[in-house]
């Protein structure tokens, strides 16, 4: 049964503070992502990784960074955190084959 | 760029009935279409997916069908029931992108008692 977790389930941060997501996968998967879901704009891919120390662009990297120092981890930094990041964040690990496993999501709001 | 247009953003059926939710994608060169479901409070879980290679897939109630030549893909759920509440997403992969998916922006399915 594959897991993903994620360090918090929400977070509550002030407008220029650093702030770290952590998500940890237990199935030996190479690609993961994040994610950040909003209502009505369904999921937009922060960043990917598909491989230890790479890390690819998605749509809206703006703003953030990774890292990806161990397989299993794949961590999103927001360097100065920003009241237009307040979002859900979502992790997900990937099969061979595709298929996503997501993470229990973390609700981040930036005052 | 590539992208996927979902539609309705929210379906409401009587319990019973069947639902269908469609999408559209613009790569040619997608081949791999998952849908997901999300219930409230809960992570994303895939339900059903298909390959370029399959023009319809079915699972107990929920079914996938798909045409390449039009482009688009669609959920069928019969005999809804109330735990078929949720909001559904579609993707499609990109060419090349070792399964990087592009997303709908998702259906709110109401299954009404």
């Known amino acids: 049964d594959v897991k993903v977790t994620q360090s918090s389930r929400y977070l509550v941060k002030r407008t220029g503070e650093k702030v770290f997501l952590e998500c940890v996968q237990d199935m030996d998967h190479e690609n993961m992502f994040w994610y950040r879901q909003d209502p009505g704009l369904g999921l937009r891919l922060i960043y990917f990784?598909?491989?230890?120390?790479?890390?690819e662009k998605g749509d809206i990297p703006e703003g953030y960074s990774v890292s990806r120092e161990k397989k299993e981890r794949f961590s999103l930094i927001l360097e100065s955190a920003s009241t237009n990041q307040t979002s859900m964040y979502l992790c997900?690990?990937?099969?061979?084959?595709?298929?996503?496993?997501f993470g229990p999501g973390t609700r981040l709001t930036v005052l | 760029g590539e992208n996927v247009e979902q539609h309705p953003s929210t379906l409401s059926v009587q319990e019973g009935d069947s639902a269908v939710i469609k999408c559209t994608y613009s790569d040619s060169a997608s081949n791999y279409f998952p849908w997901y479901k999300q219930e409230l409070g809960k992570r994303p879980q895939l339900i059903i997916d298909i390959r370029s290679n399959v023009g319809e897939k079915k699972d107990q109630r929920i079914a996938v069908t798909l045409n390449k030549t039009a482009k688009h893909f669609s959920l069928h759920i019969t005999e809804t029931q109330p735990e078929d509440s949720a909001v559904y997403f579609c993707a499609a992969s990109i060419k090349g992108s070792n399964y990087q998916l592009i997303w709908g922006a998702g259906t709110k399915l109401i299954i009404k008692p």
């Open positions: 990784s598909y491989d230890v120390k790479m890390k």
């Open positions: 997900a690990s990937q099969t061979t084959e595709g298929v996503q496993y």
